[in-house]
């Protein structure tokens, strides 16, 4: 900073008068509006003055237009709104009735308008243009110091990483630019290059166009890119290089370039290219003919459906309940969606070629602006039996199954730890209800929670409560025992299974989901094991780093490209894809803009801007920079959420459909706004919607949870617990009464007649109900923990026999049976290899399985035939409905291998087995008969044919064995 004017020599008076313009734009906007109503009602003298106010505004803002460059008009203008001052509205008395009628309306319009200045005034003009001049001076000192600190501190930094040989992506660029500094270097690579293409242009920042610029001759650069969707600001990206290239070629200061503008738009039907056209015409600069979108010439086909925009009217909200409303709000939403995806399924759909075909799941995405909304809109839509996915980063340890079952880990780790007790205790494992839990501490209310279930565990007052408490932590002690001999992985894996909290997740909604993540945990615990042997105590303490750090860990991945599923992505996401139905969700949620406050604030285009702090007196404030700083940052911001919004409606082909939520429908503004998506496209929408409704509709739901509200769940009954008084009347002695022996006897030998069905579980796997025989349920007792291999350094990790098979059961599934024939061992090796490079394989996997053995699998008739018949399934999953002691039940398997060829529906199982003669054999098909029958019955129950033939197939002996499934 010079010794002159700061506000001039930091370009502030530039920023000061564009935004002053703006503002006073949107004033005038506002009491034109205003005006406009009262000439509609013929209020002469009280229209007449609205006028005034307006063209004192217009004066305000050509003052503004000069203020750039010039001080004496930006004082000028800074006096003005200091000293302007709307006409009061008071009508006299032939006006007085018309204007009653719509005087609510009117002081609603010109308060916002009052709002435009008053903001202007405080953002930027409370206080004389001079001192804010000497306050900047005042602080330049300590902005230099500072500017001098980070010098300083980038210079030791890049002293350090030189010395460790390191360098991060900047230095890559940075280093980059210092070697094409280089004038041999810059020419060597010039020749270098025929041709330079850039892709997504507009997401370029500086340093790439510096390093562009440096090797790319006049006649070789050929750059694609859209202004309108450059949406990574929080990248660095920069769309004001493309904005300026731009306007050299639209110029033609650039004489040897070219533009080509590549408008037409051949995803969106006309009805939403319209759309599109008529909102960014007007909110979005620039946006003119070569801008806009156009259809592709002579244009076939449906026109499309009509835009929809969807507005829930919403009650005004409170400080205090404003979560609740916001959550409210959100469930709202999910519901209108529902009701969107419903009514479009089924609905005709012409693809590009003429063909038609019904909307399904997978035609239709939801769109977020943020990605806090997602989790709730796919739990809500698969409740709703709505099958939708959304992939979030981040929340993987926030979702309720890992919660509950890390907290099932703690107490194994530490019982005395209350939030995870509690939450324990509280789950499916254990099964305290909240009555029993707030009895355990009514009664014991010292100490802890751990010590009052263990004070209730000795004297409570209910037997059960009691006994449920020691059957809890006895086999919290058995876990904790085996804790200690078991890999990590592997316990988990067992708690998962035998407390049942895999299969309870399983049932819940988005069940697949939800074990989906938990399988993931396992793989995390193994991953975690392999580089630590902090057993569980160091794995939990590495979660809670994960978490306190907010480490973004996303939830497993379900999807493919053929799933039929509703997707539920961020507009980021969606960036480049395209849907035949698009639904943008939360178009009413107020954009946030940040204030730097007390800390420095940065923009490249201002520097650095600190606060005036005294100190001595104990007070401080924000200077005229910082707040130009913020408004920069804000104006830029809104630019991005424009082109976002751009994003979002360029994504659908057929239907687009857009929800909101508002206070007052009444009170959306005639114009385009800038706070929420809903008040830039409010005024277009309703535009077409009045000029035609096949061209756009608004559908205004009324209230929250528009398809009906949930009735509240029942509330449990206070707890009544009897007071010492009340025990000391009751009498000491039951009344004598007879005895009858035979009663009694009748009542000591009841035996309850449902035993044998009480032990039936919800769901079995086939290898659980297989080792039953005829019938007959056998009690499953724990297994006995194998004691761990511990892995000495240097040592290679030894698979057990389950891992092998598993392996063996991935080659299987993933090699080309017809090529295995034909090719044989050699084929084999080559597609084991790839399965390794892609990482299918492990190392100790791959060294496990010989291809010798699979080869043999096609030397066989059955293999040969399977490779040869034209329906060929491999790991095939199914749910068999069956009875098992009478009670239904349901049976889960996967079918390793199944086949039709001309003589029928054949099926083998494999097996890691080895059977070096004809009684071993017997042996074996003795011990898998049962699994078989129950994979042929699911077969048949399935394809509606039953099963000619069935065979084991044994690895290790490289052999069939049939099975006879026919006899009964």
Not at 237 to 244: D, K, L, M
Not at 592 to 597: F, K, L, R
Not at 778 to 785: C, G, L, T, V
Not at 901 to 921: F, M, Q, T
């Amino acid at each position: 900073m010079g010794g002159g004017d700061p506000i001039a020599e930091l370009g502030i008076d530039r920023f000061l008068a564009e935004e002053s313009r703006e503002a006073l734009g949107d004033a005038i906007r506002w009491f034109d509006a205003a005006a406009a109503v009262l000439d509609r009602e013929e209020t002469g003298s009280i229209c007449l003055k609205a006028r005034q106010d307006a063209e004192h505004l217009r004066a305000m803002q050509q003052t503004a237009v000069r203020a750039s460059g010039d001080a004496d008009a930006l004082a000028e203008l800074a006096d003005a709104l200091g000293q302007f001052k709307a006409n009061a509205m008071r009508p006299s008395g032939a006006e007085r009735e018309a204007f009653e009628t719509v005087k609510e309306d009117i002081t609603w319009l010109r308060d916002q308008g009052k709002k435009c200045l008053n903001n202007l005034k405080k953002n930027y003009f409370s206080s004389d243009l001079r001192e804010a001049g000497d306050v900047l001076r005042s602080v330049a000192e300590d902005t230099g110091y500072l500017i001098g600190l980070i010098e300083e501190t980038e210079l030791v930094y890049r002293r350090r990483k030189g010395e460790q040989n390191l360098v991060d992506f900047d230095d890559c660029m940075h280093y980059a630019i210092e070697i094409l500094k280089d004038e041999k270097a810059a020419a060597d690579y010039r020749e270098r290059f025929r041709y330079i293409f850039i892709d997504e242009y507009q997401d370029s920042n500086m340093l790439q166009e510096e390093i562009i610029g440096r090797i790319a001759r006049p006649n070789n650069l050929f750059m694609v890119g859209d202004v309108k969707q450059s949406i990574y600001k929080f990248r660095l990206a920069e769309p004001e290089i493309f904005r300026r290239r731009y306007e050299d070629y639209r110029s033609g200061r650039d004489g040897q370039s070219v533009r080509i503008d590549l408008n037409h738009n051949f995803r969106s039907r006309r009805t939403i290219r319209n759309a599109v056209n008529r909102i960014f015409e007007g909110i979005m600069d620039g946006y003119d003919d070569d801008a806009a979108l156009h259809g592709p010439e002579q244009e076939t086909g449906p026109a499309g459906d009509p835009v929809r925009l969807h507005i829930l009217s919403s009650a005004p909200r409170t400080p205090e309940d404003e979560t609740v409303s916001e959550l409210t709000e959100e469930l709202s939403e999910a519901a209108v969606i529902a009701g969107i995806i419903r009514e479009s399924l089924g609905k005709p759909l012409t693809s590009r070629d003429g063909t038609v075909r019904p909307i399904g799941y997978g035609d239709i995405a939801v769109l977020s602006r943020g990605g806090s909304a997602i989790p709730q809109i796919e739990r809500f839509l698969n409740n709703e039996g709505i099958p939708a996915y959304g992939q979030t980063e981040g929340g993987y340890y926030e979702t309720v199954e890992i919660q509950v079952f890390l907290n099932f880990l703690r107490i194994i780790s530490n019982p005395k730890q209350d939030v995870p007790l509690i939450s324990a205790m509280s789950s499916v494992v254990f099964d305290f209800s909240p009555r029993q839990l707030a009895q355990i501490r009514i009664e014991c209310r010292e100490g802890s929670f751990y010590d009052a279930v263990r004070s209730y565990e000795k004297a409570g007052a209910d037997d059960r409560i009691r006994e449920k408490i020691a059957q809890m932590m006895e086999q919290i002690a058995f876990w904790k025992e085996i804790a200690r001999t078991l890999p990590l992985d592997e316990l988990m894996r067992r708690l998962l299974y035998e407390t049942g909290y895999y299969d309870y997740c399983s049932g819940l909604p988005t069940g697949r989901q939800r074990t989906s993540n938990l399988r993931l945990l396992l793989q995390k615990a193994a991953a975690y094991e392999e580089r630590s042997h902090m057993g569980l105590y160091g794995f939990l303490s590495y979660v809670e780093a994960l978490r306190q750090t907010k480490q973004k860990v996303s939830e497993a991945s379900l999807i493919g490209e053929g799933r039929d599923v509703v997707r539920v992505m961020t507009v980021h996401k969606s960036k480049g894809l395209e849907f035949p139905v698009v639904i943008l969700a939360g178009a009413g949620k107020r954009t946030t803009a940040s204030s730097s406050g007390r800390s420095p604030s940065m923009h490249k285009g201002f520097a650095i801007a600190l606060p005036q702090e005294r100190p001595e007196l104990h007070w401080w404030r924000r200077t005229l920079l910082q707040k130009v700083i913020d408004g920069k940052r804000r104006r830029e911001g809104l630019e991005e959420e424009i082109r976002i919004l751009y994003v979002a409606l360029t994504r659908p082909i057929q239907r687009l459909a857009i929800v909101a939520s508002a206070k007052d429908v009444s009170r959306l503004q005639p114009f385009p706004g800038k706070s929420t998506f809903l008040e830039m496209i409010y005024p277009a929408i309703r535009e077409m919607a009045e000029e035609s409704s096949a061209a756009a509709e608004i559908i205004v739901h009324p209230g929250t949870l528009a398809f009906g509200e949930a009735p509240e769940p029942a509330q449990d009954q206070p707890l009544q617990l009897p007071r010492e008084e009340e025990r000391a009347e009751e009498p000491d002695k039951d009344p004598v009464v007879p005895i009858d022996p035979a009663q009694i006897d009748r009542r000591l030998s009841f035996a309850y007649p449902y035993r044998e069905q009480q032990m039936v579980k919800t769901k079995y796997s086939v290898t659980e109900l297989s080792g039953q025989k005829d019938g007959n349920l056998h009690r499953i007792e724990p297994k006995i923990p194998a004691l761990r291999n511990l892995a000495m350094p240097g040592d290679k990790k030894r698979l057990s026999a389950a891992e092998i098979g598993t392996a063996m059961h991935t080659c299987m599934e993933r090699i080309d049976f017809p090529q295995a024939l034909e090719g044989g061992v050699p084929y084999i090796r080559q597609a084991m290899d790839d399965l390794l490079a892609r990482g299918i394989l492990t190392e100790e996997e791959y060294a496990s399985v010989r291809p010798e053995n699979i080869a043999a699998f096609f030397a066989g008739e059955p293999g040969a035939r399977a490779a040869k018949a034209p329906v060929l399934m491999r790991e095939r999953e199914f749910l068999l409905r069956k009875e098992v002691a009478g009670v239904p039940t349901i049976v889960q398997g996967i079918i390793d291998c199944c086949f039709e060829d001309a003589r029928g529906l054949v099926l083998i199982d494999y097996k890691n087995s080895w059977a070096e003669d004809a009684e071993a054999e017997q042996a074996l098909i003795q011990r898998y008969e049962g699994q078989v029958r129950i994979y042929a019955e699911a077969l048949q129950e399935a394809l509606g044919r039953p099963v000619s033939e069935a065979w084991l197939y044994l690895f290790k002996s490289r052999r069939f064995i049939a099975v006879d499934i026919l006899s009964s």
